[in-house]
C-alpha cells in the first residue's frame, strides 16, 4: 500500500505543484489549505506522513502539530518554514517535529526527506530472536510491534525517537556519535542541523529519565555524542 501523506498548505500553487510531484512519486496525498481542514482530513484518512506549513489561516502549523502529534503519536511530521526565526521554534521540545524544510524548497529535497522518514515509520523488523524483543531493564523495545516500555508502561515515541531508542539498545554502552546517530536515524542525505539530534535526545530524556537535567540512561560523551548506559548485569 503506498504512504499516505497530508500536505496542509494554504499557497495553492504550491500545494499543487508538490502533490503532482509526490503523485509522480507513487505517494497518496491529501491537501489541506488550512489546519482546521488539516486536523480534520487527519482524523478520517490517518495519514502516514503530514506535510505542515507554519503560517496558515487560522491555526497555525505549530498548533496543528501540536493537535496531531498528540492524536497520533506514530505519525511522521516534516514542517515547512519560510522565515529563520521559527527554526528555534521547530526545533524546541514540545511540537515534536521529525523534520523541516525551508521554503522555496526543491521538490525532490522534500521526497528526499519523506523516504529518509519512511525508513523510520516501518512497522516493526521481522521477527528475529526473542520475538523482536530488547530487554534492558527497566526498558523494554519491542521491535516488532514497535513499542517501547519502561516498568511495563508504554511510553509513547515519536517515529525519530523510536529509532534514536532502538539504536541505543542493539548498541548498550556504545558511546554514538552524533553524525552516527544522524545517519543511522535521518539517512545519509541529511542536509540540516545535527542540533536535530540534541532536540530529540532532550525529548526522549524527558521520557525516559527520572531526572532528565541529570540523566542515568542517555549519557552525554562530551565532545562526541551519547551513549545508552545500561548495567550489563541486569
Ligand atoms: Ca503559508
Known amino acids: 500500500m503506498s504512504t499516505k501523506i497530508l500536505l496542509v498548505e494554504d499557497e495553492e500553487s504550491i500545494r499543487k ?9 507513487h505517494y497518496t496525498v491529501f491537501e489541506a489549505g488550512t489546519g482546521e481542514d488539516g486536523v480534520e482530513i487527519a482524523r478520517r484518512e490517518e495519514p502516514d506522513i503530514v506535510v505542515l506549513d507554519i503560517m496558515l489561516p487560522g491555526i497555525d502549523g505549530f498548533e496543528v502539530c501540536q ?3 498528540k492524536e497520533f503519536p506514530n505519525l511522521g511530521i516534516i514542517m515547512l518554514t519560510a522565515k529563520a526565526e521559527d527554526y528555534d521554534k521547530i526545533m524546541g521540545l514540545q511540537y515534536g517535529t521529525d523534520d523541516y ?8 529535497e522534500l521526497t528526499l526527506r519523506i523516504k529518509s522518514l519512511e525508513r523510520r515509520l516501518e512497522q516493526g523488523d521481522p521477527v528475529k530472536n526473542n ?5 534492558h531493564p527497566p526498558f523494554r523495545l519491542d ?3 514497535r513499542k ?15 529509532h534514536i ?11 554514538l ?9 535521518w539517512g545519509e542525505d541529511f542536509v540540516g542541523d545535527s542540533k536535530i539530534v540534541d532536540v530529540n535526545i532532550r525529548r526522549l530524556r524527558s521520557k525516559v529519565e527520572e531526572n532528565p537535567a541529570k540523566p542515568v540512561y542517555i549519557e552525554t560523551v562530551w565532545g562526541l555524542g551519547y551513549r545508552w548506559h545500561i548495567d550489563q548485569d541486569e
Not at 505543484?17 to 509522480?24: A, Y
Not at 556519535?177 to 536515524?185: M, S
Request: charged share 30%; no cysteine.
Open 177 to 185: 556519535k552524533r553524525d552516527e546517530i544522524l545517519n543511522l536515524v
Open 17 to 25: 505543484f508538490v502533490k503532482i510531484n509526490l503523485e509522480r512519486d
Open 101 to 108: 524544510l525551508t521554503k522555496p524548497f526543491n521538490p525532490t
Open 143 to 145: 521491535t516488532y510491534g
Open 131 to 135: 520475538a523482536g524483543l530488547i530487554n
Open 148 to 162: 517501547f516500555f519502561k516498568d511495563e508502561k508504554e511510553l509513547e515515541l515519536t517515529p525519530t525517537e523510536y
Open 67 to 69: 493537535i496531531l502529534r
Open 165 to 175: 531508542m532502538k539504536n541505543f539498545m542493539e548498541n548498550p554502552g556504545k558511546a
